[in-house]
């Protein structure tokens, strides 16, 4: 069974800029989570996906995140104008379904603001 | 709102000594997850812990919840230079199940 996918693998880019990062699921999980994590802190929920809809984005920056999970299935995570504060790692992970089932992480995509 | 909180922070530990990494929580909740974490590397799961008194073990490391104490162990058991990584508990919400991680607890182990 293929795991999380996650592209880039690693972003380099000026403040002010815009970056998009894409996760593919595992198949057939219908629960999707974005995650920050910023060096020496445990990762940071920024929005979970129950198929195409979202159940929480309670902790993601909209006024420069923005997130979408088209046909319930890949999604895609924006930053428009990034900040030096953003500079993490950012993790995707994948569940069966919202029952807090185990989540299956991507490998990360890390993310440098200069 | 839930915290999670986890000691120590920083563990240094010479190989074949034991050793037990906390994992406290503030609000009710019948389930917990471990993941380990390699430099650089992404989360991978070590226990679900679906009850209370739920013991997982898996080679040096055992796993165990106490849900009434809002408490979770990770025992190390002759620890070996291979254990070296950072360990987050995670605990999910009710309601929308989101999932709050612990501040994660570095592990060194000297040969």
């Known amino acids: 069974e293929a795991g999380v996918a996650q592209s880039p693998r690693y972003k380099i880019i000026e403040k002010r800029q815009s970056v998009a990062f894409w996760c593919n699921p595992i198949s057939g999980h219908a629960t999707l989570y974005w995650y920050q994590q910023i060096l020496g802190q445990g990762p940071k929920l920024l929005i979970q996906f129950q198929n195409n809809g979202v159940v929480d984005d309670s902790q993601l920056p909209k006024d420069r995140f923005s997130a979408e999970r088209l046909k319930g299935v890949d999604s895609t995570l924006k930053i428009q104008p990034a900040k030096l504060e953003d500079s993490a790692v950012y993790l995707c992970?994948?569940?069966?379904?919202?029952?807090?089932?185990?989540?299956?992480f991507g490998p990360g995509t890390r993310l440098t603001v200069t | 709102e839930l915290k999670v909180e986890q000691n120590p922070l920083f563990l240094s530990m010479q190989e074949g000594k034991n050793y037990t990494i906390y994992c406290n929580y503030s609000t009710t909740s019948d389930r917990l997850y471990w993941y380990r974490q390699d430099p650089g590397k992404s989360l991978e799961s070590l226990f679900v812990?679906?009850?209370?008194?739920a013991v997982k073990q898996e080679g040096r490391l055992m796993a165990s919840l106490d849900t009434k104490a809002r408490l979770s162990t990770l025992h190390i058991t002759a620890a070996v230079h291979d254990l070296s990584a950072t360990y987050f508990c995670?605990?999910?919400?009710?309601?929308?199940?989101?999932?709050?991680f612990g501040t994660g607890t570095r592990l060194k182990v000297l040969a």
């Open positions: 812990l679906l009850s209370n008194g």
């Open positions: 992970a994948s569940s069966p379904g919202q029952f807090p089932y185990e989540q299956y």
């Open positions: 995670a605990v999910p919400t009710s309601g929308t199940y989101k999932y709050i």
